[in-house]
């Protein structure tokens, strides 16, 4: 059975991030032949054509070269002001550089989120499915993983306690699975 490797990133800079965390209960919850690795967004600057001109910071660079090499993309991101914030735009941003040869081109993608509040960042995510109409990446409709009154099913150690959430990433990350497989233009 072939691996499906997954980068994934959290729209976050908070040491004590949500999303984070739940990217980290993502990977305990992986099925079998799922590996997914998170890259902190730390240290990306924000998006400048002048910089790009003179060759792409090593931050960067790790984040094009692991979404290239990776079989799938999953992001987890807040909602600010009911919109995608800047963090994990100005990701997508990068990435989205050069339009001829985006790492993202064809890249199977997946958006997942948590807030404290009712919506589970449920307009974030919305809105960050429209940049990826532009990068012609795949995003995978359904399901949707809204995690909301978040700091209510993470513990002080930003532990996922919330076994209902946490059954289901099983089952979103299997879905996931299916969907950059079917999606995927090498044909895996
Ligand atoms: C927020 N937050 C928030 N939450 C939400 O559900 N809808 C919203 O529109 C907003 N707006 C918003 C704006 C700004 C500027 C901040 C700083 C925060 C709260 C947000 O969901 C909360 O801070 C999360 O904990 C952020 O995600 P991480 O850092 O925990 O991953």
């Not at 949500?18 to 990217?23: D, G, S």
């Not at 002080?156 to 099983?170: M, V």
Request: with cysteine; glycine share 8%; hydrophobic share 35%.
């Amino acid at each position: 059975m072939p691996t499906t490797h997954v980068f994934a990133f959290a729209g976050s800079l908070r040491e004590g991030s949500y999303n984070r965390a739940l990217l980290r209960a993502a990977q305990e919850e992986a099925p079998e032949g799922v590996t997914i690795e998170i890259f902190d967004l730390t240290g990306v600057p924000l998006y400048n054509a002048d910089l790009e001109a003179k060759g792409d910071p090593d931050r960067v660079t790790a984040l094009k070269d692991g979404i290239r090499t990776a079989d799938a993309v999953l992001i987890a991101t807040p909602e600010y002001n009911h919109g995608v914030p800047a963090v994990t735009k100005n990701a997508v941003d990068w990435a989205s550089r050069p339009p001829k040869d985006s790492p993202l081109d064809g890249k199977p993608v997946g958006i997942i989120g948590a807030s404290p509040g009712m919506t589970g960042s449920a307009r974030g995510q919305s809105q960050l499915r429209q940049a990826f109409e532009f990068t012609n990446s795949y995003c995978m409709p359904q399901p949707e993983i809204l995690v909301a009154r978040a700091h209510e099913k993470f513990d002080e150690e930003g532990r996922l306690t919330d076994e209902k959430t946490r059954s289901f990433l099983g089952k979103y990350l299997t879905a996931f699975e299916e969907w950059a497989t079917r999606v995927s233009e090498d044909g895996r």
